[in-house]
């Protein structure tokens, strides 16, 4: 098995940029995908491959990769944007998917 | 639009059966592997089982392999997860997922409350 690493919290101010951090050596082979679950409800889906955004998702949500490291970027935070983000990728062959630990954000 | 409603849930004593269902709609339910994924309370997401569309491929997280089991019946576009011998650290909201082949978890269910406690 193997593991992806987020930060427990991450804070900004409503209008700022929020970078969420997950690292795990299998984000060198396969894709990181990233869910918004708000207190209550369900994940939803807001960056996948990396950086794609599926329709619906507001232009401020991006993504991007660099070696074991992948980030979700939230540029001009708003307060609807508070809730948790989980990290997902899979293992090598594809077949078993891992979530990371999920990362807080607060808008102050 | 799709639509993945759970049901099934409760309180179960360590040791007893539950079966959970997760009845589709919106989408050609057969097309599409299907997934159950887990939340504890307060904690992160944990991956739960599997199937494909056909229903005759399935893949378990090791903490549940030999307990849960996973199935469908695409005619009535509902997938089922059978837990036998529950225990404690199985109490937490399962979610059903579709599997998207470029997007993996995509919708999902609005999650169904399981605890185990005698």
């Known amino acids: 098995s193997y593991e992806l690493t987020q930060p427990p919290s991450v804070s900004v101010s409503p209008g700022q940029t929020a970078r969420i951090t997950c690292s795990g050596d299998?984000?060198?082979?396969?894709?990181a995908y990233w869910y918004h679950q708000r207190p209550g409800q369900a994940p939803v889906l807001v960056i996948y491959?990396?950086?794609e955004r599926p329709s619906g998702i507001p232009e401020r949500f991006s993504g991007s990769s660099s070696g074991t490291t992948v980030t979700m970027t939230i540029s001009g935070v708003q307060a609807e944007d508070e809730g948790d983000y989980h990290c997902?990728?899979?293992?090598?062959?594809?077949?078993?998917?891992?979530f990371g630990g999920g990362t807080k954000l607060t808008v102050l | 639009q799709v639509q993945l409603v759970e049901s099934g849930g409760g309180v179960v004593h360590p040791g007893r059966s539950l079966r959970l269902s997760c009845a589709a709609s919106?989408?050609?339910?057969?097309?599409?592997?299907m997934h159950w994924v887990r939340q504890a309370p307060g904690k992160g997401l944990e991956w739960v089982a599997v199937?494909?569309?056909?229903?005759?491929?399935?893949h378990y997280a090791d903490s549940v392999k030999g307990r849960f089991a996973i199935s469908r019946d695409n005619s009535k576009n509902t997938q089922y997860l059978q837990m036998n011998s529950p225990r404690a650290e199985d109490t937490a909201v399962y979610f059903c997922?579709?599997?998207?082949?470029?997007?993996?978890?995509?919708?999902w269910g609005q999650g169904i409350l399981v605890t185990v406690s005698s």
């Open positions: 997922a579709k599997h998207d082949p470029s997007r993996w978890f995509d919708p």
């Open positions: 919106g989408f050609p339910f057969s097309n599409y592997a």
């Open positions: 199937i494909s569309k056909e229903g005759n491929k399935r």
């Open positions: 299998a984000l060198t082979k396969q894709y």
């Open positions: 491959k990396d950086n």
């Open positions: 997902q990728s899979a293992d090598n062959s594809g077949t078993y998917p891992v």
